[in-house]
């Protein structure tokens, strides 16, 4: 829940500063969200350089292949940490521009405003905006300042989104039909989250139905097991025991950073422009995605937390688990504009050495802010 908050405090406040002020208060708003962006860029561009060294080491001799594969998965797991860091610090910044907003510091009127304002919640509208307007797409963090901008930016042939998802999560047990039905974790409690940026490639040059997207994501899986058990790690098993105290919460979750890559089709028609020219959009229509995942599980967390002696405790575990590092999978969306129903399906069990293999499944929302 408060990643959910921070993920919508981050929207809102990127664009209510848009209205603050025209001048000094516009350029610290477009730094944060340029920040924001660029932070999944810089420390992907920095881990490509720094797995590009550790190959180096490999290919001279000086380390072995056990030992490589063990820096990349360490490089992996600080570049997620680093994000997370950076984004943290953004996100004080912001917190910053809320409370302004929130003590009345803010002073706008629409109908002042010399070239005139409007506000559009979710993604960019259709409407022709003209030039002398500016329109201010909250859910895609997107500004543009007249109708020329919105329809060069919109017609590119890649694009950028911000996606956001969640939904219930669970695990299918192998040789069990009815693992989902008898399941061991609780079905509104066990959830996901997912957020991340993607980069959207018209693949045709003169048709609009086929498209590349690709990005990155950080994902968390989130198990609560039923009848007051948790997760114990029993050498290379880790299996579900009761608990010697009465739980008040009990969640195993699971960070990952992946690479998401689908073929997407795109039912949205081209648009006509006044000198008969074709201008494509996307995400304005039906849209089917279908593709996968891989990547990395940088971090398993288990917390516990019960009451003794009328004293609240709370016991937070980190460690592998036996869980496998490697993640990949299959995933797709079908929906319409930028909201979309969103399955994944993990390919590779969740604990590596258990005898019977327990795969994750998600179900939920996507919404790919253009």
Known sequence: MQKIIFY?????????????????????AKVIANSISSI??????ALKAE???????????????????????????????????RVATEQAKLDILVKDVVDGKVNYSKEKEKWGTTIILGTNSNDSI?????????????????????????????????????????????????????????????????????????????????????GLSLMYNNLRPTDNRYFVKDGDVTQL???????????????????????EFDFTPKKVGDDGSFKFRTHKSVRLGVGGFGGLNYQSTQKLRYEEDDIRIKNKQKGDFNVSTFVYGLSGYLGYGSTSLYVKYNLNSLFKDNPIDQNNISLGLRFDFN
């Open 130 to 214: 003209g030039e002398n307007h500016t329109e201010i797409s909250l859910g895609s963090m997107k500004v543009y300042k007249g109708e020329t901008e919105k329809i060069r930016r919109n017609s590119k042939r890649t694009t950028s989104q911000f996606v956001f998802a969640f939904g219930l999560n669970n695990l299918i047990t192998d040789g069990d039909s009815n693992s989902l039905e008898n399941s061991d974790f609780k079905t509104w409690g066990s959830n996901f989250f997912e957020w991340g940026f993607t980069f959207n490639t018209r693949i045709l040059k003169d048709n609009n139905l086929l498209h590349f997207k690709y």
């Open 241 to 263: 025991q009761t608990y010697d105290r009465d739980l008040n919460e009990n969640k195993f979750r699971n960070s990952m950073v992946v690479l998401p890559v689908h073929l």
């Open 51 to 85: 797995v590009e060294e550790i190959n180096k080491l490999l290919e001279s001799g000086t380390i072995t292949a056990t030992q490589a594969d063990e820096k990349k998965i360490k490089a992996a797991e600080e570049k997620a940490k680093n994000i997370e860091r």
């Open 8 to 28: 919508v405090a981050v929207l809102l406040c990127t664009f209510l500063t848009q209205i603050y002020g025209q001048e000094t208060f516009e350029q610290q």
């Open 40 to 45: 999944t860029t810089e420390e992907k561009a």
